[in-house]
Each structure stands twice: as C-alpha cells, then as structure tokens.
C-alpha cells in the first residue's frame, strides 16, 4: 500500500481570492510579517499497487481526470511506501 | 523572506465528506486501486522573518488563531529559505 500526497496549487498567474481573504485576516490578527497568503489543496490517496512506479501512475491519472484542472493549477505528487 | 508550507488536515477520527465523495468519484472513473481519500489545505505562507525559527513562530501563531481548527484539525509547517 502507497500513499500518494498530491498537493493541488493555483498558478502563479491566476488571481487566488481565498488566499487575498486570509492574508487580510491575518493582517488584522497583526501577522503583518507575513507578505503573501496562497491557498490549495492537499489530497492523500491509498493507493494499492505492485510498485511506486504504479502507485505513481495511479495518482497522476487520478489527478489529470479529476483532481486537477490543469488551465488554472499546478500539481505535485509525493509517493511514500506504507 | 521564508515561505512557510502549513499542511491542514482532519484529524483521522473525523469523517471526511469530501474525502468520501472524491473517492466514490475515482471508483466511477474505474480507479479502484486507490482505497482511501482524505482532503486538506494547502497554506502557503511568505513571511518576512531574521530567521527560520522566527518564521516559523509566526506560522505557528497564524494556524492556531486562524488557518487551523485544532478541535478537528491537525497542521505541520515546514520552513524553506527563499
């Protein structure tokens, strides 16, 4: 058993309002440190297979089908053996 | 400037609805090797900090006053220099 640890991001280019939202929620907090605020996602499957070759392929179909919308984002797979 | 990575997740315990429905969905796109699906958020963070364990205090203090709901929720933060 894999875990694969997809992390779904905006593009850089695309405006991302949610993390404009919390950046100036954080600004009231007094967290004025903190310059920029981009929110995504974080998707963890369990993925049964032979090899991380697989487990690999798997979630990257997962991802192009479904996970992801590859006009507006970005996305990155981490495989870890379970 | 550092950019802080923070990972929010359910804590395991905590049924996780849109977990659930993603996963139903990849079993529909024919995808049954992928047995469990848990969502999270994604946090990117840049913050203006002298040093990495600052950076990471500020982190720490936007997730517990904001970014987390340690009632249901875990987080990790993970530093890196840019």
């Known amino acids: 058993m894999y875990k694969a640890k997809v992390n779904v991001t905006l593009r850089k280019s695309i405006l991302d309002p949610k993390g404009k939202a919390t950046h100036h ?3 009231n907090l007094g967290l004025n440190d903190v310059k920029e605020v981009r929110i995504g996602k974080l998707i963890e499957l369990d993925i049964e297979a032979e090899t991380e070759d697989e487990a690999r392929k798997i979630a990257d179909t ?3 089908q479904l996970l992801a919308n590859e006009v507006m984002e970005d996305y ?3 495989i870890e053996n379970n």
């Open 25 to 27: 929620a954080l600004q």
């Open 62 to 64: 997962a991802c192009t």
């Open 76 to 78: 990155t797979i981490q």
